[in-house]
């Protein structure tokens, strides 16, 4: 009887310590960050914060609450969790719920509107509302045929920008020039530069009388046709009183000689002609060029090199032997070696060739001019970004686009698709019959002869 009851006494006392210990882990677990303690098994990093949101919230100094207005039952739960890991990773940031069935009142005493999140900075008086639908974002062309499949998920780069924002006492305007048959920006260019608190805005310099006095950016896309002199002159004299301007130019059918001559007051050559890599391009196409990152450029500083940029109709640009007084050129992105300018008379020249740089030239101890000229407007072609997800072409044009203002940070970070992915071998050729065929009828070939030597046993 003792005995049994000495195993029953070490049973309970086993037992009792078990159960401490399971409610001593749970208790510590409550206490790890939201972020810490939830993994993300989303399988497309949905709750993964990117560098560029981590050095947001790292430098935030002022208090932002993330109101959450919906009815709880409708919020999905891919939402609440990224507002969740924002506030987990810093100390600045708070979520809300404001429940608009419960408290009607709240939509007019927030300024809220249902189904959204609102990005309030009470220091700042500033707010912006983000809706669920710019979060979880659906295929336009299902919608339209009566189906609603998700298509990508923009919960970071949403809420980092609307944090920017509300936070940020800065406020720039960029301009793009029109009357040179440019190319309008593309949406994914246009929604980059608005995450990163940038207005966007257009102008002719000739019929709105020279470049408006608000403009801290000119940006010039693929212009087909040359400036006009005054063009020019209102250009130079611009970028002489402190001003930006970003070149975007490729390969013309006529010559441009006042876009050259500006290029050339900052120490840049416009070579006109297409440009082909015989050592860095995209399968069989020489002129589908993947350009060399110049090392040491802060403009490529976090880019890695798993992520190459791609442009394609590049033209020819070398930087001068003799620079301008004050002038000096920084490249960041060229050729290799096997570069080629193949011009319009069939002449090929060869060798290194630049393809963007930004060139700054000193006007007097206080004033700095800065002008970026990048010879392959294909950087930020939908074309090309919208075939190759992977690339870096984007963050490189915001990046250089950004560089020079040191009040403005970038805040380019894509949305996260939502697609289904397959593991499906495209022109699998011998594989394909490897894996169809060959292993298959091996496999049922060695089952028979088994099965056969077992039954004469």
Not at 114 to 141: A, H, N, W
Not at 286 to 291: G, K, M, Q
Request: net charge negative.
């Amino acid at each position: 009887m003792n005995r049994k009851l000495k195993k029953g006494g070490y049973s309970a006392v086993l037992t009792l310590v078990v159960l401490a210990i399971v409610i001593a882990v749970n208790m510590l677990a409550s206490q790890i960050p939201e972020d810490k303690k939830q993994l993300d098994i989303s399988g497309k990093d949905l709750y993964t914060l990117s560098d560029t949101t981590k050095e947001l919230l790292g430098s935030l100094d002022k208090d932002v609450t993330l109101y959450v207005v919906s009815d709880p039952s409708r919020v999905d739960e891919r939402i609440q969790k990224i507002a969740e890991h924002y506030a987990a990773a810093s100390s600045h940031i708070r979520v809300e719920s404001l429940d608009p069935v419960l408290h009607p009142s709240v939509l007019s005493e927030y300024e809220a509107t249902d189904q959204s999140i609102l990005v309030s900075c009470e220091e700042t008086g500033k707010r912006e509302t983000i809706p669920f639908t710019d979060i979880i974002v659906y295929d336009q062309m299902s919608m339209y045929y009566g189906q609603y499949q998700e298509s990508e998920f923009d919960g970071e780069g949403q809420l980092s920008s609307a944090i920017s924002l509300v936070t940020s006492e800065v406020n720039k305007k960029i301009y793009r020039t029109e009357g040179h048959d440019e190319e309008a920006l593309s949406t994914s260019v246009q929604d980059l530069l608005a995450k990163s608190n940038l207005e966007l805005d257009t102008v002719n310099l000739l019929t709105d009388n020279g470049v408006p006095e608000d403009a801290d950016m000119l940006i010039i896309n693929a212009p087909q046709r040359d400036l006009a002199e005054d063009e020019r002159e209102m250009l130079s004299e611009y970028l002489n009183g402190g001003g930006q301007v970003m070149l975007l130019i490729g390969p013309s059918d006529t010559d441009r000689p006042n876009f050259t001559a500006l290029a050339e007051e900052f120490g840049l050559d416009l070579q006109n002609g297409y440009l082909a890599d015989t050592q860095a391009f995209y399968r069989n196409n020489p002129y589908y060029i993947f350009p060399t990152f110049v090392s040491g450029s802060t403009i490529l500083s976090g880019i890695s090199s798993q992520n190459p940029a791609l442009v394609i109709d590049a033209m020819g640009m070398k930087q001068m032997e003799t620079l301008p007084d004050g002038v000096t050129v920084i490249p960041f992105l060229t050729t290799t070696e096997g570069g080629v300018l193949v011009q319009s008379n069939h002449s090929q020249q060869e060798g290194e060739y630049l393809i963007a740089a930004a060139a700054t030239k000193n006007v007097d101890d206080e004033t700095t001019a800065r002008l970026t000229v990048i010879a392959a407007p294909s950087l930020i072609s939908e074309t090309v970004t919208a075939s190759f997800s992977n690339v870096s072409n984007l963050t490189i044009f915001m990046n250089a686009l950004t560089a020079g203002f040191d009040d403005v940070q970038n805040i380019s970070i894509p949305t996260k698709s939502l697609a289904e992915t397959y593991n499906t071998i495209i022109n699998g050729g011998m594989w394909g019959i490897l894996f169809i065929a060959v292993i298959p009828v091996l496999l049922l070939v060695s089952g028979l002869l088994i099965w056969m030597k077992r039954r004469k046993l």
